[in-house]
T-cell receptor, first 116, second 112 residues
Framework: GAGVSQSPSNKVTEKGKDVELRCDPI?????LYWYRQSLGQGLEFLIY????????KSGLPSDRFSAERTGGSVSTLTIQRTQQEDSAVYLC??????????????FGPGTRLTVT | GENVEQHPSTLSVQEGDSAVIKCTYS??????FPWYKQELGKRPQLIID?????GEKKDQRIAVTLNKTAKHFSLHITETQPEDSAVYFC???????????FGAGTTVTVRA
């Protein structure tokens, strides 16, 4: 079946502009995660959605970052007033469930964001 | 929160030799430990995982060991091949918050 998809694959924006990144998880997966990966670095947790529960936003680096998940499926990560340090690859992952003893997270291809 | 440390940051091995990557974690409530492989420009992909109720798991040339007392786990790749060259990430998930905390990654280069 279809895997996790993300759009756009690449986004170049000017400093100060807002951007929206989209994630389509695998159908039926109740857990959805956003991560940020800077060049040559590891994966930094941003936010986690589990079913209809309130999202865990503890990883969002500033109030310029927000995310929503509509209908328990598609998610949008919004970065307002982008800064150059926001340049990174933003990865989305989904899993069948986020609770219990842990389930495999399937990653999307990522969106490469460049802020000029 | 969970803190995962990974060593070494880079590893170069001769084709056919073994590669070992080690990770430590801080949260005793962590009970799920996956390993991801990320090739250049590609998405991370799960290669093996282990849950806290076992001490070792093997899948062909890849094995993972877990020592819950010492809070460390390791990835072992035997008979390395050039296609094993990639960045490998360890991770730990705590039963307190169900978030994966990743190590900083190990760049593995297999020399032909």
């Amino acid at each position: 079946g279809a895997g996790v998809s993300q759009s756009p694959s690449n986004k170049v924006t000017e400093k100060g502009k807002d951007v929206e990144l989209r994630c389509d998880p695998i159908s039926g997966h109740t857990a959805l995660y956003w991560y940020r990966q800077s060049l040559g670095q590891g994966l930094e947790f941003l936010i986690y959605f589990q079913g209809n529960s309130a999202p865990d936003k503890s990883g969002l680096p500033s109030d310029r970052f927000s995310a929503e998940r509509t209908g328990g499926s598609v998610s949008t990560l919004t970065i307002q007033r982008t800064q150059q340090e926001d340049s990174a690859v933003y990865l989305c992952a989904s899993s069948l469930t986020g609770t219990g003893s842990g389930y495999e997270q399937y990653f999307g291809p990522g969106t490469r964001l460049t802020v000029t | 929160g969970e803190n995962v440390e990974q060593h070494p940051s880079t590893l170069s091995v001769q084709e056919g030799d073994s590669a070992v990557i080690k990770c430590t974690y801080s949260d005793s409530a962590s009970n799920y430990f996956p390993w991801y492989k990320q090739e250049l420009g590609k998405r991370p992909q799960l290669i093996i995982d282990i849950r806290s109720n076992v001490g070792e798991k093997k899948d062909q040339r890849i094995a993972v060991t877990l020592n819950k007392t010492a809070k460390h786990f390791s990835l072992h790749i035997t008979e390395t091949q050039p296609e094993d060259s990639a960045v490998y990430f360890c991770a730990a998930m705590s039963s307190n918050d169900y978030k994966l905390s990743f190590g900083a990654g190990t760049t593995v280069t297999v020399r032909a």
